[in-house]
């Protein structure tokens, strides 16, 4: 809305609570009061009494407050309980085996073979000779084998419990 439609307006409604004070001057009566109060006749009387009846209504305020009702003590304790974890070790072990093969070799070194999981490796040696020969002079067998162990080990684990406990209004003062 612009300024000027509200001018208007308050203008208007200006106009009328002018008006309506203008009319209760002339009618004696305040503005905003009934133009005629209730009134009770009572037949039996000569006389007729106008009595006015006051309308009432009650409201009601409502408002909060926080009042202590009780209090909660908390604590928490830790225990450490020792157990015994069985923990598997494993560590490999080589095995070598001295195997005399004494041949001689034409040409070149044989070279690093394997027979299933053994790993074989020549051991070499020149000879002087007329004729120059290598001669293998034995073999190593290498087996690697896996070796699982036990060991029992103690470790300290710990655990926390939690204690509750409910303050009664008299203990309230007591720390």
């Given amino acids: 809305m612009s300024k000027q439609s509200k001018k208007v307006q308050l203008s208007e409604f200006e106009e009328k609570l002018q008006e309506s004070r203008l009319q209760a001057e002339r009618a004696g009566t305040q503005p905003g009061a ?5 009134r009770i006749e009572r037949d039996d009387v000569a006389d007729r009494e106008e009595k006015v009846i006051p309308v009432i209504e009650e409201q009601v305020h409502v408002e909060k407050r926080t009042v202590e009702s009780g209090k909660v003590r908390i604590s928490k304790n830790v ?10 070790v494993v560590h ?3 095995d070598v085996q001295r195997i005399p093969v004494d ?7 044989p ?7 053994k790993m074989i490796i020549s051991v070499l040696r020149e000879e002087l000779v007329l004729v120059k020969r290598i001669k293998v002079v034995e073999e ?8 699982e162990d036990h060991k029992t080990q103690p470790i300290n684990l710990r655990r926390e419990e939690i204690n509750i406990e409910r303050l009664r209004n008299d203990d309230l003062n007591t720390p």
């Fill in 34 to 38: 009934p133009k005629e109060p209730f």
């Fill in 92 to 94: 490999e072990e080589v």
């Fill in 79 to 88: 225990r450490e309980d020792e157990v015994m974890v069985d923990i598997p």
């Fill in 111 to 117: 070279a690093v073979r394997y027979e299933g999981d």
């Fill in 140 to 147: 190593l067998h290498i087996t690697n084998r896996r070796v």
């Fill in 103 to 109: 041949q001689y070799v034409e040409q070149a070194p």
